[in-house]
């Protein structure tokens, strides 16, 4: 039995529920994201709560029963909070800043990195920080993602991009 699955969620304010079929559209002040239920979950909607449930026992629907819930929980704290990761940057002369939609890089390459962000995505670069802001949190952690890539940290310096809470273990170098 999924403990995920079975907790209602309850609507806050300013943000719509609407149902059209195994549609669902939730739109608040961050936007609007839609959302296609599988085919195994029905989804009941009364007096601001939402609770979801499985049309039968099997395997399939059990995997989707929770995720489902999570995944529309993600959509309504989207569309009225959002999402945020924020990155550092670590390195002599490592630096960023937005120019436009573009975040440009420069990591210690002979060239610099430009990277153009996604529609819904806003980034805030100050130097040696990076905030990716949106509503959508998969989005969201992917492109925090794309951005560390570029220069991961090392484990002999530190060097690199990482996460704000990241912890690197450092290595000893060779004596």
Known sequence: MSRIGNNPIILPEGVKLK???SMIEISGKNGTQSYCLHE?????????????????????????HGTTRQIVNNMIIG???GFKKELEIVGVGYQASVQGSRL??????SHDIFFDFPEGITIEADRTAVSVKG?????????ASKIRSFRKPEPYKG???RYKDEYIKIKQGKT
Request: avoid cysteine; charged fraction near 25%.
């Open 159 to 161: 060097k690199g991009v």
């Open 135 to 143: 509503s959508d949190k998969q989005l969201v952690g992917s492109v």
């Open 104 to 109: 440009k890089l420069q990591l210690g390459y």
């Open 19 to 21: 149902i059209d079929g």
């Open 40 to 64: 195994n979950i029905k989804i009941n909607f009364i007096d601001d709560v939402i609770n979801f449930n499985r049309i039968d026992d099997s395997s399939v629907s059990r995997a989707m």
């Open 79 to 81: 569309v009225s909070d």
